[in-house]
């Protein structure tokens, strides 16, 4: 049912919130790192509607750019954010706390990239590669 990409972000939430509710420090940067979910609504709005044989259609096109938008503005953003307080923060943060901080923001943050890369191929880039290779075919 979940993905591994779910999976590995689920595993680093708890992680994330673990610690939060255990020491009863960084609430904050933890509420701050569910921003992301806001974008998953979006994510698993396209899944649907690819499983759904409705990637044609102007409703997937318009998920598909809010989507992308709203990956920038809550994933990329949010990571960057919470990457910048981590640094900024480095004397005031326990040892363990940091590098686990730092280890979990690395995976997710390349995680995102990879992610972002694929979502932009899929919906945005193959379209133009197909018409080059029609060009290229005549």
């Known amino acids: 049912m979940f993905s591994s ?4 972000w689920m595993q680093h939430a ?4 673990g610690l939060s ?10 509420v701050v790192a569910l921003l992301v979910e806001i974008n998953s609504v979006f994510l698993h709005l396209r899944q649907i509607l ?3 044989n409705m990637s044609k259609g102007t409703v997937y096109r318009v998920n598909s750019m809010v989507n992308l938008g709203t990956y920038v503005v809550f994933r990329i953003n949010t990571l960057a954010w919470m990457t910048r307080w981590l640094v900024l923060n480095r004397d005031k943060v326990p040892l363990v706390a940091y590098t686990l901080g730092s280890v979990g923001l690395a995976i997710m943050t390349l995680m995102n990239i990879v992610l972002f890369y694929r979502l932009l191929r899929s919906d945005f880039l193959k379209s133009g590669a197909r018409e080059n290779k029609k060009e290229k075919e005549m």
């Open 5 to 8: 990409r779910s999976n590995g």
């Open 14 to 17: 708890i992680t994330c919130f």
């Open 21 to 30: 509710v255990l020491s009863r420090r960084y609430i904050g940067f933890a």
């Open 50 to 52: 690819r499983m759904s």
